[in-house]
């Protein structure tokens, strides 16, 4: 059996199924409303991990079932608090937009990705779903090795082999950045709606968060600038994105 690995940022039209990895965040959940308008059935996965922010789960939870999922599974996967020391999986840890001496924030969670989307294949591969989503960026990050592209393309070229079965790593928001995915919840007209429902804060904060941290940091700057010109950055996403 011949298996190609055709990871991407483009929505897969020819699929009709797709697992969306969904923390109930900003990223996420944009994913998640462009994936309602363009599959059949789609899945969503949460990971409970320990995280700083738990309430995540409570929010992934409530937003999967107001946006009308076919399915929606947590998973523990407590194994990884256990082995991964973060500011996200400790709250002894203050969070610091600083850079640690491995040139990386102390948000990072070491092999996160990497377990979440390998599991999210398991799942893909149950249901028989030929795409996985994921929210990852490169473009506006907080520089996670985890969210390059080239990580991205090279672990779906090894899903692929280990699975034995054609699937499609996708990644809508790969090359925005905060502004244009603000813009690419309104273009589906859920702007508001991601706005207040959404989890990204590190301090468990829904909506606005608590202003200060560097994901509500983040979060806010791209929305100022979207709502400070949203023509141009609505533009700017055309080009970028297949709607």
């Not at 940022?9 to 020819?14: E, H, I, L, M, W």
């Not at 462009?34 to 995280?51: K, P, R, S």
């Not at 009308?68 to 947590?74: D, F, I, P």
């Not at 790969?174 to 991601?194: P, S």
């Amino acid at each position: 059996m011949s298996v190609h690995s055709t990871s991407s940022d483009a929505v897969d039209t020819s699929a009709r199924k797709a697992v969306v990895v969904f923390s109930g965040g900003q990223d996420s959940t944009t994913c998640l409303i462009q994936a309602l308008a363009h599959y059949d059935e789609v899945h969503a996965i949460t990971f409970n991990y320990g995280q700083r922010h738990s309430q995540e789960i409570a929010v992934a939870q409530a937003i999967a079932g107001e946006l009308g999922v076919t399915a929606h599974k947590v998973l523990d996967l407590s194994l990884l608090n256990e082995l991964a020391i973060s500011s996200l999986t400790r709250d002894a840890i203050p969070v610091s937009s600083a850079l640690q001496d491995n040139g990386l924030p102390n948000t990072f969670v070491p092999g996160r990705n990497i377990l979440f989307l390998t599991l999210a294949a398991v799942y893909a591969y149950q249901v028989g779903a030929e795409v996985v989503i994921t929210g990852v960026c490169e473009t506006d990050f907080s520089g996670y090795p985890d969210c390059r592209d080239e990580f991205v393309k090279a672990l779906n070229q090894a899903l692929c082999l280990g699975l034995e079965k054609p699937l499609r790593l996708v990644t809508p928001l790969m090359w925005l950045n905060k502004a244009q995915t603000w813009a690419l919840a309104d273009r589906y007209g859920r702007l508001d709606y991601v706005r207040a429902r959404t989890l990204t804060c590190y301090n468990g904060l829904v909506g606005e968060g608590c202003g200060e941290c560097p994901a509500c940091e983040l979060r806010a700057r791209g929305l100022q600038m979207y709502l400070a010109d949203r023509e141009q950055i609505q533009a700017q996403l055309a080009t970028k994105v297949a709607l």
